[in-house]
Structure formats: structure tokens, C-alpha cells
């Protein structure tokens, strides 16, 4: 089981006693961020609304456990354990000592190990980041280099205990899956049809439409037909009557403001 998440956040409110959050991953901004989240839970420890009294605020610890490397200047890589307090800056005296920022980072602690002669674990806190920081495969005994530890042992036993039903989880997990998927293509296919039938109203509505400007355009089609034949039938008839009282060709075109050839095509 590989103990090295790659993102996780959990928050844990206690009863009584001190307030704790656990952070892993730095991310973006994270020391701005860590330092928000303490002051968060500081405040939140008295409810609005409620007769609480400063006197009750308790300390707050955040511990931040890093799967990489937040402090990387050179001279901070020998330094993989960070503890920040609220001090006076010519004293070094807290001021009532109830906020409090850990860093461990995983990866500049295993780094540091390996660089020394016998890479061993000094005290519990080295111990307990080297249970975190590696990959703790369950099918090989305990590091024998942190194996002395009661704590750890019992952690180890309860990843053991959890990864023997891997098959049973499997199935569970399969099946869940299946339901998962089933429920997407009901819902894709609901939302297809849905879909088909609002692009089937489009459809009509644009056919319709269509229609109705196709019969527009042959009303007005016919509408300008029928004024030009109109007409037409108007300039002949007044043609005529102007032959029929003796006037030349010529003088007609004149007086009707047409050219001579269609007063003789008529």
C-alpha cells in the first residue's frame, strides 16, 4: 500500500483539548494558505451567537505533511522539519502560545538519510516520516529500522487488515462502477432523445417557415405578374385608341414617354 498521497486535506476538530488540521501537498500559495486555515479554526472555536469567552480558546496546531519540497533554497535543504510560532521579534517570547505551523517534508527527510552514515531513523518524529514518507508494501515485512515501534506496528497491522479483503473490494468497487455507467447511459441516452426530439421541433418549425416565405415569395411573384400584364394590357389599349385617331407611330412614343419599337411590337 503506497502511504505517499499526492493530494489529501482533512480537518480534525476535537472535543476538547487542542484543535488540529492535517494539510498534505504544497500546492500554490500553500504557506499563505495553511497559515488562513489555522486562523480559521482558532476563530471557529467560539460560536457565534453564544456567551463564549476568549478565556476558552485553546491552541492550535497545524501539521503539515509534504510529499514534496516546499522550503527549496539551498541553504533550507538540510531542514526538513519547520515548526512556526507566534514571537516577540526581540525576545523570541510567544505571545500566549496558541498558534503553532509544522512542516515535515517526506522527500528532503529521505534525501537527508540516505546522506548519512548509517541511515537511520534518530528519534520517533524520524521514524514516524520514514513509515509516511515510503512505500509500505505489505507482502514484506516492516522496516526493520522502525520495526521497534509500537505505534507504527499497530498502523501496519490495521494497513494489513484492510488490504487482505483487496477481492472483496475489487467486486465492490466493479459493481459500483457498473452501476455508475449504467446510470451515465441512462442519463446520455435520456438526454439524446431529449435532444433528437427538441432538434425534431427545429426542424418543423424551420420547414414551416420555410413554406410560408416560399408562398410569400410566389404571392408577390404572381402579385407583380399580374400588375405588369396589367399594365401591359393598359400601354396596348392606349396604343390603339391613338392609331385608331390617326396618330403616327413616332408621335406615339412621344406622348406615352416608350421607345418607337415597342409602340410597333404592339
Not at 396604343?239 to 413616332?250: F, S, V
Request: glycine share 4%; net charge negative; with cysteine.
Amino acid at each position: 500500500m503506497n502511504l505517499n498521497p499526492s493530494r489529501m486535506k482533512s480537518r480534525v476538530s476535537l472535543i476538547s483539548g487542542p484543535k488540529m488540521t492535517v494539510q498534505v501537498n504544497p500546492g500554490f500559495h500553500y504557506p499563505p494558505r495553511s497559515k488562513y486555515y489555522l486562523a480559521g479554526m482558532y476563530r471557529d472555536q467560539l460560536e457565534k451567537g453564544k456567551d463564549a469567552l476568549y478565556s476558552d480558546l485553546k491552541a492550535c496546531y497545524g501539521i503539515h505533511i509534504l510529499v514534496g519540497t516546499l522550503f527549496d533554497k539551498p541553504e533550507e535543504e538540510g531542514f526538513w522539519f519547520n515548526h512556526y510560532a507566534m514571537l516577540n521579534t526581540r525576545t523570541h517570547k510567544a505571545l500566549v502560545n496558541h498558534w503553532h505551523l509544522y512542516y515535515i517534508e517526506l522527500e528532503k527527510y529521505l534525501r537527508s538519510l540516505e546522506k548519512k552514515a548509517e541511515a537511520r531513523p534518530l528519534n520517533e518524529l524520524e521514524e514516524w516520516t520514514l513509515f509516511i514518507g515510503t512505500i509500505q508494501d505489505n507482502d514484506r515485512p516492516l522496516d526493520e529500522r522502525i520495526n521497534h515501534n509500537p505505534m507504527i506496528r499497530e498502523v501496519y497491522k490495521m494497513i494489513e487488515t484492510f488490504t487482505k479483503d483487496d477481492h472483496l473490494r475489487e467486486k465492490y468497487r466493479v459493481q459500483e462502477e457498473f452501476i455508475r455507467v449504467q446510470k451515465t447511459n441512462e442519463y446520455m441516452t435520456e438526454k439524446m432523445r431529449q435532444e433528437i426530439i427538441r432538434l425534431g421541433h427545429e426542424v418543423e418549425h424551420f420547414m414551416a417557415e420555410q413554406e410560408r416565405i416560399t408562398a410569400e415569395n410566389k404571392a408577390a411573384l404572381l402579385a407583380q405578374e399580374r400588375e405588369r400584364a396589367e399594365k401591359e394590357a393598359i400601354m396596348k389599349k392606349a396604343i390603339h385608341g391613338m392609331r385608331n385617331q390617326g396618330l403616327p407611330d413616332e408621335d406615339i412614343a412621344t406622348m406615352l414617354g416608350i421607345s418607337e419599337e415597342v409602340v410597333k411590337g404592339s
